[in-house]
């Protein structure tokens, strides 16, 4: 089983910057794909980033493109979404993803965190 935690999110001002951090927990040799999603009030959860299992590979949403840097660091069990410059636009609540499937980018994500909240104020 594989537990996900979020944390990092919060109040930021326009153009401002936040990391969020997600720890995964898991069977102690096994190796993930990640993945962040973002939803904002009244609307769907959409693709952020992912990250290869390597770490090797990323993807983002295009709209995204620049101003977000997912990296993971599996001596922690850590993935990081650094995102800049932020915008009012960007308040959501922001979820860690996880994937055993080893194809990239990936289609599906079998474990969710339970999201942190990152609002961003004009």
């Known amino acids: ?14 153009g401002g910057s936040l990391t969020l951090s997600c ?20 609307k769907e959860r959409l693709f952020v980033a992912a990250i290869s299992w390597r770490g090797t590979r990323t993807t983002y949403a295009e709209s995204l493109e620049g101003r977000f840097t997912l990296t993971k ?18 308040t959501a609540v922001y979820y860690c993803a996880a994937t055993e499937d080893f194809e990239f980018p990936p ?15 004009s």
């Not at 089983?1 to 326009?14: H, I, N, T």
């Not at 994500?109 to 990152?118: H, I, M, S």
């Open 107 to 121: 289609r599906n994500y079998e474990y969710w965190g339970q999201g942190t909240q990152v609002t961003v104020s």
């Open 1 to 14: 089983q594989v537990q996900l935690v979020e944390s990092g999110g919060g109040l930021v001002q326009a």
């Open 73 to 90: 660091d599996d001596r922690v069990n850590t993935a990081y979404l650094q995102i800049y410059n932020l915008e009012p636009e960007d």
């Open 23 to 42: 720890v995964y927990y898991g069977r102690t040799f096994a190796r993930y794909n990640m993945g962040w999603f973002r939803q904002a009030p009244g």
